[in-house]
């Protein structure tokens, strides 16, 4: 595995298309993941697409997360999202359980915990 400094800087760019290319694969919509991603940062769409920095930058200077991060728990990478100690890997972690839930067609509506 990545060190965590290796990960934070990671560019989201390349981040997003992995993402894009992952719920695509699974049969759900760039639509779909940029609601999802909204929720959690805040950004819009155009920002998901054009934001150039890398993971750090990315959630430093997200807008507004959502207030509802406490419920988002389970599994990623062997790891739960909810005991994650560092503050940054926790939110990316975040970002990748959304993605997957997604990926794995669960309703939009459990997704975004509403």
């Not at 959502?66 to 790891?79: A, E, K, L, N, R």
């Not at 975040?94 to 459990?110: P, S």
């Amino acid at each position: 595995m990545a060190s965590p400094e290796k990960v934070f800087a990671y560019p989201w760019a390349d981040i997003y298309r992995l993402y894009v290319a992952k719920v695509e694969r699974k049969g759900r919509t760039v639509e779909e993941l940029e609601e999802v991603l909204t929720w959690l940062t805040g950004y819009d769409s155009e920002q998901l697409r054009t934001f150039d920095g890398d993971l750090r930058a990315f959630f430093a200077q997200a807008p507004a997360m959502t207030p509802h991060v406490d419920q988002i728990t389970g599994v990623v990478c062997g790891v739960r999202v909810e005991d994650i100690e560092d503050p940054l890997m926790q939110q990316i972690r975040w970002a990748d359980k959304l993605v997957d839930e997604l990926a794995k067609g669960k309703k939009m509506e459990k997704i975004l915990r509403g």
